[in-house]
């Protein structure tokens, strides 16, 4: 106590002693709350991980140029530990205590479901940056979202797949246990049924298995064109190599969705990831300014290039930011200016939310050349 | 056939990392008969630090791993000291060192995360190069064959030493009865940490071999093994080494069969701990198990 | 009022959420009452909610009937499993309900009408806090009253020798598939109370680790008296919250403080910390301990 006294005291004499200076008063940049609820315990810690570093990035490049006449973000990080029940209390928190602006997270959509609808009832504005699963933006008119849904991705990933590559006969593989590679299974099948291919065999597999042998290879007896996978990158590195261990032919493309986007599938399947092909958010090797500039500071700051995650978080804070300039820190005010964003460059490309206040910017389809994601077809 | 035949081969590939994992847990329990539920998070530890002597301290696999096995096994030494010997008095010793070796595995788990971070990593490419054998549509992997060889080879060796070595036997004989060992002039206490050595050790062995083949360590992935070792060595009788090869196998085998029969892998681990659970109603000492329907 | 109406706005949900997890640690000590280790509390929770969340949103079911009908289907399914399973003892049972709830959790999720990995979606929020604290209130007070009673008096006979229980007359086999099937009860109507708190349910939220959490919160509490695991499910509910609020970084820490207080309080504490405070001569003579200092 005491001893806050004593900083609290230092601080106003030294600006009193730069008022009685300067002969003017300071002009100190505004300061704007904002919540960030991210797993980084439990099953969705290594992308709460990523999304933390993606996050501080922006922020403090936010904060270092505010100056004095822009505004400050000030960050609440929490960890909702991956569960539903912490993700509520930590938007009640954000939302009765810290009294932030605007919360972004939280990082898995099951939580997303539960938590959003306390945020609406509080008219609370929401920016979800990694949520894809259907209903999130439904649950009301306070909840954005600046990540592409599997639904947006993958019907032109399939396409161009059928177009350019012959596909007719697909295998699928994906998780069931999982709300993500779930809805990204779901999303396929939408699209292979609407671009007329043919499905050989539906295969499946859970989280944090590591040995997909057995249905690999039921998935080969069938000789299939292509193999569709929806999973996220822990077992999608893994389907990728053993796929290939197995004698599949390189010939024969895996496509994924977003969940492969990530540096960790390059790194962990290898040489096996060549050839891979997937629909994305956001491209890494992007020759937009603002993304070579992000890739090469993030890389700098964290010591591993980021992923899809990573981006999409970055990507949100100014997203955010662009509202807050505009609109202060009345939640109404902010809601209302991220419905006008329009165009703004951001790392994903020029990018607007809908009416619906979902994502909308181009995706790409991706393609592993050469140990690295290219755009497909370039 | 060839389609069959991979899935053989499949099965009892994984079967045999499910007995190496199953042997160390198995060991205790026959021991102790104390479940150690805390054998997942050593083997998940015994693999990162594999992995982290590999990239960080640039030794070759050959030596990071027996020294990451070592490590495993001081591990192994701690958890006895820290979590089992205070409880050894107790009366209800197996239901409280059941439940500290789940507080030792969160801990240890949390350490693992803390340490290693929660990022799905894999050892460098070509840490251990590897051949891919093909004949018709069957593939197997030189890599394959060296985790088989070197399972059995530790399941073997275990055996070997448990029958024949004057330690192996002095931990048959606390197995079979502490009090009367004890009167023989076995040092009882001495025996059970090294029984956690031993056990400790091939976990972490098992987690290196699990890493290495699959491309992916985390630091929750003992978790989905951390039940299917539970499954093996019930089917093979709890405290049995070889019923935990045999439960390893048969595990591995019906997972596989599973996908091969019904064409798809909804029913995977549905029909595996189906299977665990009419064997624990029909026949309670497992495939290999002492008759003696043992209390714990 | 104020400050009382703002703690609610912050602390609301946790307030629910800790009568949720009392009332299901409540139905694991209705179970271990009898000596019975059961990890299948969260499937019976799951079958609750599920049947309570469907009735509910597809067929316009009043609230409290669905929540009823839930938990007695719950119970009957703890009536159909428990007769074979109750056989087993200690280890093999806890393993047994495992896999029990492993199947019930794969079933769960391989189903269209529970929204399979998406959960239950759109079930109304018709819980209230009152309800939830009204029906602990009646549970401990039930289960209280029960401790004093002839059924009472069985259970804590069958945990003390089972084999002396069944000398002196008591049917073993009635009396423990009764505490099988009240705990399942019970668990189900908890898991009814929940699904209709939050707007969905998943899968997940009744797996393997939530089971070994409500296992936790009875030894961190004690098992000895009914507000043991009251007090358990409280603190340990409440602790990430008591964390957050005194900026205790978030990650590993909190994970590993969570073994930590496990540890210390089997190692230090084995009948809960309810020991701590009320300690009756009566609690004292039932100590499981017989050569450990009570305080270490």
Redesign the interface.
């Known amino acids: 106590m005491h001893n806050v006294q004593r900083r609290v005291g230092m601080t106003f004499s030294l600006c009193m002693a730069l008022i009685f200076i300067s002969g003017q008063v300071f002009a100190a940049a505004k300061e704007v709350k904002i919540g960030f609820a991210l797993s ?2 439990g ?1 969705g ?2 992308y ?3 999304q933390k570093n993606g996050i501080q990035l922006a922020v403090d490049e936010i904060n270092a140029a505010a100056g004095s006449e822009g505004i400050k973000i000030v960050p609440v ?3 909702d ?1 991956s569960l ?3 993700g ?3 938007f ?2 954000f ?3 810290d009294k932030v602006s605007l919360i972004i997270g939280p990082t898995l959509s ?1 939580t997303a ?2 938590t959003d ?2 945020a609406q009832q509080a008219g609370m504005p929401v920016l979800a940056v990694s949520n894809t ?3 999130i933006t439904e649950i009301g008119d306070c909840i954005f979202r600046d990540s592409l849904t599997e639904m947006v991705v993958i019907p032109n990933t399939i396409k161009v797949a059928k177009e350019k590559l012959g596909v007719h006969k697909v295998a699928v593989f994906y ?5 993500f ?3 990204g299974y779901d999303a396929f099948k939408q699209a292979i049924a609407d671009a007329g291919l043919e499905v050989l ?6 989280k ?4 997909f ?3 690999l ?2 998935i ?2 069938k000789n299939p064109d292509a193999i569709i996978v929806s999973a996220l ?2 077992e999608a ?2 389907i990728v ?1 053993q796929a290939r ?3 599949i032919a390189a010939t024969v493309p895996i496509i994924g969705g977003n969940g492969f986007n990530s540096p ?1 599938l390059l ?5 096996a990831a060549e050839g891979v092909m997937m629909g994305a958010s956001w491209n890494a090797s992007s020759s937009l300014p603002l993304n070579k500039k992000f890739v090469a500071a993030f890389t700098a700051r964290c010591g591993n290039p980021p992923d899809q995650f990573a981006a999409q978080a970055y990507a949100g804070v100014y997203i955010a930011y662009e509202a807050l300039k505009k609109a202060g820190s009345d939640h109404k005010a902010i809601q209302s200016a991220l419905g006008q964003i329009k165009d703004l460059d951001t790392v994903l490309g020029k990018f607007s939310f809908t009416s619906g206040r979902d994502a909308e910017h181009t995706p790409v389809v991706q393609v592993v050349k050469g140990g690295k994601f290219a755009v497909f077809g370039e | 056939m060839d389609l069959l035949a991979q899935q053989l081969i499949n099965g009892l590939f994984i079967g045999s990392v499910y007995g190496l994992f199953a042997v160390g847990y198995t060991l205790v329990f026959g021991v102790l008969d104390i479940l150690n539920l805390a054998h997942a998070a050593v083997f998940t530890l015994g693999g990162l630090l594999a992995l982290w002597l590999v990239e960080t301290g640039g030794l070759s696999i050959w030596l990071a791993f027996p020294v990451s096995v070592l490590c495993c096994g001081i591990l192994g030494l701690l958890l006895d000291r820290v979590a089992f010997v205070p409880l050894r008095q107790r009366a209800d010793s197996n239901f409280s060192g059941l439940i500290s070796s789940i507080a030792m595995a969160i801990i240890f788990e949390s350490a693992a995360l803390g340490l290693f971070g929660a990022r799905t990593v894999r050892f460098p490419a070509h840490t251990v190069p590897v051949h891919i054998w093909r004949w018709g549509g069957i593939s197997i992997t030189s890599l394959q064959v060296e985790i088989v060889a070197i399972s059995l080879l530790l399941m073997v060796a275990l055996t070997q030493f448990l029958n024949r070595a004057r330690a192996g036997k002095a931990i048959r004989a606390v197995a079979e009865n502490d009090r009367t060992s004890r009167l023989l002039g076995i040092h009882v206490d001495g025996i059970i940490a090294f029984t956690f050595f031993i056990s400790s050790a091939l976990g972490g062995a098992a987690g290196i071999l699990f890493g290495l083949y699959f491309d992916s360590l985390s630091p929750d992935m003992g978790r989905s093994i951390e039940l299917k070792g539970l499954a093996v060595i019930i089917l093979g009788g709890m405290g049995s080494i070889p019923g935990a090869i045999l439960g390893g196998l048969a595990f591995g085998l019906s997972e596989v069969l599973t996908v091969a029969i019904t064409g798809t892998s909804n029913l995977r681990d549905a029909v595996a701990f189906t299977v665990l659970f009419a064997v624990l109603i029909l026949r309670p000492s497992g495939l290999l198990g002492r008759k003696k329907m043992r209390e714990a | 009022m104020e400050a009382l109406c703002q703690f609610f706005a912050i602390y609301g949900s946790l307030v629910n959420f800790i009568g949720i997890n009392a009332l299901l640690a409540l139905s694991l000590y209705l179970t271990m009452a009898a000596g019975q280790l059961s990890l299948g509390s969260a499937a019976f929770a799951g079958i609750g909610g599920y049947t309570a969340g469907i009735l509910t949103m597809k067929l316009g079911v009043p609230f409290l009937l669905s929540v009823a009908a839930g938990s007695i289907l719950s119970g009957l399914v703890g009536l159909i499993i428990g007769l074979p399973v109750l056989r087993l003892r200690g280890v093999f049972l806890a393993i047994a309900t495992l896999s029990f709830g492993e199947v019930v959790r794969i079933a769960v999720l391989n189903l269209d009408i529970t929204g399979g990995a998406q959960g239950l979606v759109g079930i109304p929020n018709l819980t209230k806090t009152w309800g939830i604290y009204l029906a602990l209130a009646v549970a401990g007070y039930t289960i209280a009253r029960l401790r004093h009673s002839r059924i009472g008096w069985c259970f804590e006979s069958i945990r003390e020798d089972e084999t002396a229980a069944s000398a002196m007359g008591i049917n073993t086999t009635y009396y423990k598939t009764l505490s099988f099937v009240l705990g399942a009860i019970l668990a189900g109507f908890a898991g009814g109370l929940y699904a209709h708190l939050n707007y969905i349910i998943t899968p997940r939220e009744f797996g393997f680790s939530v089971a070994v959490d409500l296992l936790i919160f009875n030894i961190v509490g004690g098992i000895r008296v009914w507000y043991g695991p009251v007090l358990g499910a409280v603190l340990l509910t409440a602790l990430p919250e008591i964390l957050r609020g005194t900026g205790v970084t978030a990650g590993p820490i909190r994970m590993a403080l969570n073994g930590l207080i496990l540890l210390l309080v089997i190692l230090f504490l084995p009948n809960g910390l309810v020991s701590i405070f009320g300690r009756t001569g009566q609690e004292r003579e039932k100590a499981p301990v017989d050569a450990v200092p009570e305080e270490g």
């Open positions: 980084m315990t099953g810690a290594a709460g991980a990523t990080f929490e960890d530990a539903p029940q912490q509520i209390n930590v009640n928190k939302i009765n205590a099951n479901q539960v609808r306390i699963a259907k209903g998780g069931n246990d999982d709300a590679t779930k809805g065999t539906e295969q499946t597999f859970a944090g298995d590591r040995d042998s057995p249905q290879t039921q080969k007896s990158v822990e590195s893994g190599s261990q197995l004698g960790a790194k962990n399947a290898g040489e």
